[in-house]
């Protein structure tokens, strides 16, 4: 059973920046297709990066550029580098991974398996 346990999320001033991250047990990571996901009160579940087995990565369109996902494979660790923080970026925030996800479908939840209990990040301006 693959357990994923997130680190780091705090209150934050608009501008700044902050790095999640997200210890995975049970399965070695260089295996597992792996995301971040985020969901604001009243809103849905949404996709923010992911990243396959091989390094590749897929990103929503309100990050690119200020978000970068990354993974340690000797450290099991899925990271998640955030600039350039906007309140529209407070949410709480999900790691998730599976053991295979299509390319196109990366930013979906509904393709990922396992799911950490959530940080919160909230940003204020």
């Known amino acids: 059973q693959v357990q994923l346990v997130e680190l780091g999320g705090t209150s934050v001033q608009a501008g700044g920046s902050l790095r999640l991250s997200c210890v995975v047990r049970?399965?070695?990571?260089?295996?597992?297709?792996m995301g971040w996901f985020r969901q604001a009160p009243g809103k849905e579940r949404e996709g923010v990066a992911a990243?396959?087995?091989?390094?590749?990565?897929d990103y929503a369109e309100s990050v690119k550029g200020r978000f970068t996902i990354s993974k340690d494979n000797a450290k099991n660790t899925l990271y998640l580098q955030m600039n350039s923080l906007t309140p529209d970026d407070t949410a709480m925030y999900y790691c998730?991974?599976?053991?295979?996800?299509?390319?196109?479908?990366?930013?979906?939840?509904?393709?990922?398996?396992?799911w950490g209990q959530g940080t919160q990040v909230t940003v204020s301006s």
């Open positions: 998730a991974a599976a053991l295979w996800v299509p390319r196109h479908l990366s930013l979906l939840p509904s393709e990922y398996k396992f």
């Open positions: 049970g399965e070695i990571s260089s295996t597992l297709f």
């Open positions: 990243i396959d087995r091989l390094g590749r990565t």
